[in-house]
């Protein structure tokens, strides 16, 4: 096959060329950063690694209270301080005319925010004494909303059972959203690895790379991201449809085993995760639009923002169309048919190589939506999608590892344990729960959810 | 271009501390990988096993070297048990999911608030095994002319590099004995060998126990070296410089994990030197490349040194193309 590695080497230029193009303008706008990242000739790996940490976290939200005629009426000057969990203040803000504010938070962790009662103004107060605080924990990068509910008068509403079972709904909410952010990303790991047979661990820098490309239309480009998020999306499918013509299927005609495959995909995920540092810079970024919301709504005790709303529907609808696809089309019987058994669908007259084609295209995009909703709730981040990499790997182990509607049911799972665990331990070890689900999955049924038996032995 | 220096620090890097230190994990991963066919991807969570279990002994509760080291080793144990149960029975690709979870929890865990105080939280711990030097029976720091040692250097290379020989003399003498023959066979045909009545999960078992035991050796070498251990030496690209490696050196060879590592740390010294000169020297221009980024191009070539010799030389420089062209159960 001496084709296969200069189209190897083609694909690898465009795709290092793209991204190099990408960030000459993110350089450019980066210009002020620089100063925050002082070149250490003596940069080991270790400092890279941390300067992950080093993006800071942030809350905002808005101060309002809802007049006699259901105006909202904004409230100012009004203390909010953050507590880092050794008891010191780290942050304070004062209220704006318009009721907002900012607290910047200097790393990730669990902090407790205060609203200073006796900065309030006369005739307002609290709905209860103990909303006044609350507590939880912010990932790198992330920006928080939080609301502080106020109404005219005196408090009316008395405490309601613990503050535990009360995070429940929240939480729920939180763990849903992020699992279906999973379930998009990790559909097309679940698909290449049925029709194909290859774990892909570089499949998480598709979903970072999709992010990318949003953010290089966004914001180096000035394009609003409701353009630029569907074209990150067509152009993601159409590298990852490339990237099998180009390179994995290359490999599969040169007879290369599955396991050597795999090994291949993590130096492949290695080099696209440090050329994406290289381009992009260890600091995460916010995309232009809908970085920040402060209108906060408040529905079954769950506080949202709009943007939540529009990614768990955006993100349901495109599930039911993948499972509508893969229940009713042609190409998505053919998809499931390859799965199921390759050999069988190949002689029973499916275009096996044009399946995987589609597979990976459709995959590829997928995990670029994924990517982005990511980018949307934290940041971008040059290694966002190989964070994700190791939940998608718990989500499709869970749900059953070839199979495409376990993948969704999985990542759900595995999105709201991920949630629901910061109830009984720390947050900074939230992953750890989808660890042991997945540990515990292999002990008692290593199929998954809906996988068959024979596929695991 | 300061050549001298490019040299010297090559050279350097070939013979000290991450030579060493990745020598061994890539001796564990042969074991597991070269000639057992496990997919280990977490060795850093091994390596970490063996560096805060002796850092915890020493600084924690006063251990001395050896115990302290005695118990890095048996967490690392306790490790392989923990992943090998569930996993060692299914087809390899979920022993490798779950290790390079396994090891990227770990270095969470270790570096979380919530147990800085055994841990050290993300600035690791210090002050790890102070005998270890004050016992060193070197007096005088050694000039080769081109490469010189300080006598701190000279007694970790002494006492590393026994380590590495003893690990391999070990190696050699165990994949020739019987145990090490089944081990083989497990790699070449799994179902063959369970035919023949061999428990092949517990035989997987103790190579997934040996191999990690080499590894956590590494990080009880690492620790030595530098009196301290943080949390972000063992993120996941740590595993894949040690596979690299040993792919590079050749799997299924005594040989193979002890030169791969070197040649490994030669390349990645010989390029991150280089880089910096010339960028110091202006023969690179800063909008290109800067000293940080330069310090990121060594993770590009180690990917993509893995992902090539995969596709082109899976034997690496000394294996034997035969024994590693690994089919799929």
């Given amino acids: 096959m001496p084709a296969a590695p200069r189209r190897l080497l083609l694909l690898l230029v465009a795709l290092t060329s793209v991204l190099g193009f990408s960030f000459v303008g993110a350089g450019a706008a980066s210009a002020q950063d620089a100063t925050e990242e002082p070149g250490d000739p003596e940069a080991t790996p270790e400092a890279e690694e941390a300067a992950e940490d080093e993006s800071i976290a942030s809350v905002v939200g808005s101060l309002k209270y809802d007049d006699e005629e259901d105006n909202e009426v904004p409230v100012e000057g009004v203390e909010i301080s953050a507590t880092g969990a050794d008891g010191e203040e780290v942050a304070i803000d004062t209220t704006a ?3 907002t504010f900012l607290l910047e938070l200097p790393e990730p962790g669990e902090y407790t925010f205060t609203v200073n009662p006796d900065t309030i103004p006369d005739g307002i107060s609290l709905r209860s004494e103990e909303r006044g605080t609350t507590t939880f924990s912010l990932s790198p990068g992330q920006q928080r909303t939080v609301l502080f509910p106020l109404v005219e008068g005196e408090a009316r509403e008395r405490s309601s059972g613990s503050t535990k079972i009360a995070q429940v709904p929240q939480l729920a909410f939180e763990g849903f959203k992020f699992g279906l952010i999973i379930a998009m990303s990790a559909v097309g790991l679940s698909l290449i690895y049925g029709t194909t047979g290859l774990v892909n661990f570089a499949h998480g820098e598709v979903v970072t790379f999709g ?34 013509r180009g390179f994995w299927r290359p490999l599969r005609n040169r007879g290369t085993s599955l396991i050597a495959m795999l090994v291949v995909s993590i130096g492949l995920s290695l080099v696209l995760r440090y050329i994406f540092l290289y381009q992009f810079g260890g600091r995460t970024r916010p995309f232009d639009q809908y970085a920040i919301q402060t209108d906060t709504i408040e529905f079954l005790n769950i506080t949202m923002v709009r943007k939540d709303i529009w990614i768990v529907v955006v993100s349901i609808i495109l599930l039911v169309l993948v499972a509508l696809a893969l229940g009713g089309t042609r190409i998505g019987k053919a998809t499931r048919a390859v799965a199921d058994n390759r050999d069988l ?14 597979v990976w295209a459709v995959g590829s995009g997928l995990a670029a939506v994924g990517g982005i909703f990511l980018g949307l709730t934290e940041q971008v981040s040059w290694q966002g999608g190989f964070q994700l990499l190791l939940l998608m790997f718990a989500g499709v182990t869970l ?51 809906l996988g068959r038996k024979e596929r695991v032995g | 271009m300061n050549w001298s220096i490019i040299i010297e620090s090559t050279l350097e890097a070939m013979v000290t501390k991450n030579a060493v230190v990745f020598a061994l994990a890539a001796i564990g991963l042969n074991i597991h990988y070269g000639y057992t066919g496990l997919l280990n991807f977490g060795q850093a969570g091994f390596m970490a096993a063996g560096a805060y279990g002796t850092g915890i002994a020493i600084t924690q509760w006063g251990w001395t070297i050896g115990p302290a080291a005695l118990f890095g080793i048996v967490l690392s144990v306790l490790l392989a048990f923990f992943l090998g149960l569930p996993t060692l029975r299914l087809r390899a690709d979920y022993l490798a999911i779950v290790t390079i979870a396994a090891a990227e929890i770990i270095r969470r865990i270790v570096k979380s608030t919530q147990y800085s105080e055994v841990t050290g939280g993300s600035g690791g711990l210090n002050g790890i095994g102070r005998g270890f030097y004050d016992n060193n029976p070197i007096d005088s720091g050694l000039d080769l002319g081109i490469v010189s040692f300080s006598e701190r250097e000279l007694w970790f290379m002494v006492v590393g590099w026994g380590v590495v020989v003893l690990c391999m003399v070990l190696t050699y003498l165990l994949v020739r004995s019987p145990w090490g023959r089944v081990l083989k066979a497990i790699r070449e045909d799994e179902d063959a060998v369970r035919s ?32 301290s251990v ?21 799997a299924g060879r005594v040989f193979g994990p002890v030169v791969g590592s070197m040649l490994f740390w030669g390349i990645i010294q010989f390029t991150d030197v280089s880089l910096r000169q010339a960028i110091a020297n202006d023969h690179i221009p800063t909008w290109l490349m800067d000293g940080v980024q330069a310090g990121q191009v060594r993770f590009i070539i180690a990917g993509g040194l893995l992902a090539a010799l995969m596709i082109f030389r899976q034997q690496g420089l000394f294996g034997n193309k035969r024994e590693v062209a690994l089919d799929d159960h």
């Avoid at chain 1, 669908?345 to 589609?358: F, N, R, T, W």
């Fill in chain 1, 399 to 449: 749900g059953g590892l070839g199979t495409a509607y376990g993948a969704l049911v999985g990542s759900i799972i595995v999105g709201l344990a991920v949630q629901l665990s910061t109830l009984v331990i720390s947050s900074e070890l939230k992953n750890v729960a989808a660890l042991l689900i997945l540990a515990f999955i292999l002990l008692v049924r290593p199929q998954g959810i």
């Fill in chain 2, 230 to 250: 943080q949390p972000d030496q063992f993120f996941t690209p740590t595993t894949f410089f040690a596979f690299t490696a040993l792919i590079l050196g050749g």
């Fill in chain 1, 211 to 244: 992010a990318l490309l949003a953010y290089l239309f966004n914001v180096t480009f000035g394009l609003h991201l409701l353009i630029a998020g569907p074209i990150a999306v067509l152009l993601a499918g159409v590298f990852g449809g490339g990237f099998d």
């Fill in chain 1, 97 to 99: 005319e318009d009721g």
């Fill in chain 1, 345 to 358: 669908a190949e002689s029973s007259g499916i275009d096996v190589e044009k399946v995987i084609l589609v």
């Fill in chain 2, 196 to 227: 023949l009545g061999k428990n092949v999960t517990w035989y997987k078992m103790q190579s997934l126990i040996l191999g990690g035991m080499f590894g956590a050796l590494g990080g009880i070498m690492l620790t030595l070296e530098q009196q």
